[in-house]
């Protein structure tokens, strides 16, 4: 998701650079190996130490977008880098190119506009072009907006959860997609660009009482999260004109296990029928991909029921 984070504050970092080098120098970082560099959602004080050495470090930086990037490094200080341009619409070219310089023995790292590369950013075709050659690939972990809304959404349940990301954008797959949207039963997470936001509102509201975290410009100036039903996200949203601005991440909580159990009830009766209660809840969460604590109260349930 795209990250406004070189745009605020002119903040100094030679102190952060100082420790970069103290406290992840001492580490080996190969020749020929492409970093996998996570930055900054929006708040450039959240880049890691390690980060901010292996960009120091690198012979060249792969980028979503060579201006933005380029803007994170002086913000930070660093030096000047060749940056190889790597996006969504020149990824498998692009990868080509990387993938020679990191033959010919030099340090890659790559970075998307924001956050986790190859988590619905670009990253993931050059991260396979690499591993199909037998290149090394290091991973270095940091800001995530999915998580970081996870984190601060209060999910009840047994913390499992989809990864959904932007629906599509054509009406009969999105059409399928939000289908899909209200027969799962784990925690959902989805991305929304604001110009998307209204309407992806009103689609969410055939949800009903299904709680839903609303995360707003995660970690920057105006951060904004908030949890309501789906039924009044459109009201909601129309009511402040603020509350359609920035980047969104969406948290669809988990729904409830029919009262009639479908599927469920099924796989419930046969486990409880020959193992403890535990076990069978933990195996038909697996099997039936529900919400382990409320087949947990459903198995109660059926446990008190006459035969």
């Not at 050059?126 to 050659?133: E, F, G, M, Q």
């Not at 789906?230 to 129309?238: D, E, M, Q, S």
């Not at 969460?285 to 459903?298: D, G, H």
Request: glycine share 8%.
């Amino acid at each position: 998701m795209k990250s406004d984070a070189v745009g605020v504050g002119s903040a100094d970092f030679r102190l952060a650079l100082e420790a970069a080098g103290r406290a992840a120098g001492a580490q080996d970082y190969p020749a020929g190996a492409l970093y996998v560099v996570a930055t900054p959602i929006g708040n450039l004080a959240d880049i890691s130490l390690r980060a901010l050495h292996v960009l120091s470090l690198a012979d060249a930086v792969a980028c979503e977008d060579t201006r933005h990037t380029g803007q994170l490094l002086r913000a930070y200080g660093l030096p000047p880098k060749p940056l190889l341009s790597v996006h969504e619409h020149n990824e498998q070219v692009g990868a080509q190119g990387v993938l020679a310089r990191l033959q010919a023995g030099e340090r890659v790292a790559y970075a998307s506009d924001a956050g986790t590369p190859a988590v619905s950013d670009p990253g993931a075709r050059l991260v396979a072009a690499c591993v199909a050659a037998g290149v090394r690939v290091v991973p270095l972990p940091g800001a995530s907006s999915p998580v970081t809304a996870l984190c601060a959404s209060g999910l009840s349940g047994d913390g499992t959860f989809l990864f959904r990301g932007f629906l599509p954008p054509k009406s009969g797959e999105r059409q399928q997609a939000l289908a899909a949207l209200a027969q799962e039963p784990r925690a959902v997470v989805l991305l929304e660009a604001p110009h998307r936001m209204r309407a992806l509102a009103d689609e969410l509201a055939m949800l009903g009482e299904r709680s839903v975290t609303v995360a707003r410009e995660l970690t920057k100036q105006f951060e904004h999260i908030t949890t309501l039903a789906c039924a009044v996200l459109p009201t909601w949203l129309a009511a402040d004109p603020a509350r359609q601005r920035g980047e969104f991440v969406l948290v669809l909580h988990p729904g409830a296990v029919a009262e009639d159990g479908g599927d469920a009830d099924r796989v419930l009766r046969v486990l409880l029928a020959e193992l403890p209660l535990k076990t069978a809840v933990k195996l038909a969460a697996e099997i039936a991909t529900a919400p382990r604590n409320a087949l947990y109260q459903r198995a109660l349930t059926l446990q008190r029921a006459p035969e």
